[in-house]
């Protein structure tokens, strides 16, 4: 009987458990938290207050690991939004048109929802067992092969469980390159992008009126304006509730005071969250996230032990503002599964399996840290790309807005449903070099877009403005 030990309990450790107990491996779950036996925030997951997007492409992943897991969710009170036929946009180059040509969409609901229903469907198995209110310490083993994990549980004396196989899925504050450097390995090579983001998030009840397919609504933050990016995302969740998070880069992030908050909203470059919010009732206190850095291991690089490996944001992790955490967790669990598909648990598994988790988050990466790079005061380990670069990238992103071939494109590399390089055909490239061919909508025009708003967006309620192109 094989045996395997998963460090940490959040979205790439349950997924990584299913994977293994699907392939007739005993899990152990090791988890530092409590979980709550309902839908609930914890203490271990600050993020959990903040904003949600599930992209399609991760959908379409956690599905194929947990069959039925969206539908469930979607009879639980999560929605469902096409990308950009349900989101009024307002993206750094414009307001974007609405269509509905193509399949990009997000599952939209609490963390709490999420989280819960995946823990459910995960331990229902009675190969995986949880281990709460545990320590992990160190691995057990050699640079060639690793055989346990030591951990701290409760007040019991450390021990170790032992492993024929181990997967760091601890996020952010992951310690597998220190335990790794202890078994004689070469540090991993960092790279890192920061541009110093923030969020200031809060729970709202929707007004009365608002109808069960009310639109989300995106503020994207520009870049290369030399000032500081700023943004916001109100997002229907379950419950006739919004969460809405304002978005900021350094220099510019939100205030969480009540009136600070509302200010911000208020200044943006379209006061529609604004507006909105105006008209909903708080739901729980202003909650702030900072410290929000694109981080990359290479841990795919290193001379991996046999029996270890480290997914999720262990191993990549990217500023929440792109929304692509939990689908990345998806993906890395189904390279995972590939690997064991291929050849089982045998010998080489790790390394091969950390090179595909690798490939499965490259893509993400390369578009978040490709926008990131340009706020003002960002830092840096990469080297910088041609002010050419930028400027087509803009020159893109502006053509998305009105070519509704250009937007499916973009939002199914948005929603991890295709690679970056899939944008980048003849026909796309053309369309791109031939410029705009459209004048860009007025605030009351994109709005006037989306019915479902009703009279939540009527003209009395956007404090009188006139309309104008962005």
Known sequence: MTRAVVLGGGMAGMLSAAVLAGHGTDVTIVESDRFPDQPDLRKGLPQGYHN???MSGGVSAADTLLPGLSDVLYAAGAKRRGMPADLLTLSAEGWYRRHRTGDAHVLLCSRALLDHTVRERVLADPRISLLE???????DGSAARITGVRIEHDKEPSRTLPADFVVDATGRRSKAAAWLTELGLPEVREDHVDAGFAYASRLYEAPPSTPEDFPGVLIQAQNGTGAPGRGAALL??????????????????????EQGFADFARSLRDPVVADLI????PAGRIQAYRGLPNWRRHYEKLPLPDGFVVIGDAATTLNPNYATGMSI???????????????????????RAQAAIARSSLGPWQMATGTDQW?????????????LLRRFTARFARMTTEHAGLSDASFKVAALEAPPSSMMTLPAL????????????????????????????RPSATGGQQSQPV
Do not use: C
């Open 52 to 54: 949600h997007m599930f």
């Open 133 to 139: 209110s545990a320590k992990a310490t160190g691995l």
């Open 430 to 457: 053309l369309t791109v070099f031939r410029g705009p061919r459209e004048r860009p909508l007025t605030r009351q025009e994109a709005i006037a877009q989306y019915p479902e708003f009703g009279d939540l967006l």
């Open 375 to 387: 706020f003002p005061e960002a830092t840096s380990t990469l080297k910088s790309a041609p002010e």
């Open 236 to 257: 229907p969740n379950e419950g006739n509730r919004w969460i809405v998070a304002l978005i900021g880069t350094r220099g510019g992030q939100p205030p969480t005071d």
């Open 278 to 281: 105006a008209q909903a009732t």
């Open 329 to 351: 967790a998806a993906l890395g669990a189904v390279a995972l599964r590939t690997e064991l598909e291929r050849a089982g648990l045998a010998p080489g598994l790790g390394r």
